[in-house]
Nanobody, 128 residues
Framework: QVHLVESGGGLVQTGGSLTLSCVAS????????IGWFRQAPGREREWVSC????????YYADSAKARFAISGDNAKNTVYLRMNSLNPNETAVYYC?????????????????????WGQGTQVTVSS
């Protein structure tokens, strides 16, 4: 059974940084496109970033550009999301997701419906 497990969330002050991890089991991450999404209470799920198969391309939401970085470690079957300069509006549960479908650009990556597998999420809280 396919599993994705996120970790690395926590409480951080405004301007602080966190690195989230997404570990996959039962499938090999480089063969999949991995996306990061977040959802705050009372708000819709929001796409943050994604990395296509074999790390060929990376995409970011406008809110994440220049502050966030997605990367992968094939040996650990893990994808990371480094987040810098966090602000309270980014308090949310962060989810990683995976899809084996072909991805053509950021528009595909930003569509949650494209992703078949989801982790349970990790809470990120940014204090003011």
């Amino acid at each position: 059974q396919v599993h994705l497990v996120e970790s690395g969330g926590g409480l951080v002050q405004t301007g602080g940084s966190l690195t989230l991890s997404c570990v996959a089991s039962e499938f090999t991450l480089p063969y999949y496109t991995i996306g990061w999404f977040r959802q705050a209470p009372g708000r819709e799920r929001e796409w943050v970033s994604c990395m296509t198969q074999n790390g060929e391309s990376t995409y970011y939401a406008d809110s994440a550009k220049a502050r966030f970085a997605i990367s992968g470690d094939n040996a650990k079957n893990t994808v990371y999301l480094r987040m810098n300069s966090l602000n309270p509006n980014e308090t949310a549960v962060y989810y990683c997701a995976a899809t084996g479908r072909s991805v053509m650009g950021w528009r595909d990556c930003s569509s949650a419906a494209l992703f078949s597998y989801w982790g349970q999420g990790t809470q990120v809280t940014v204090s003011s």
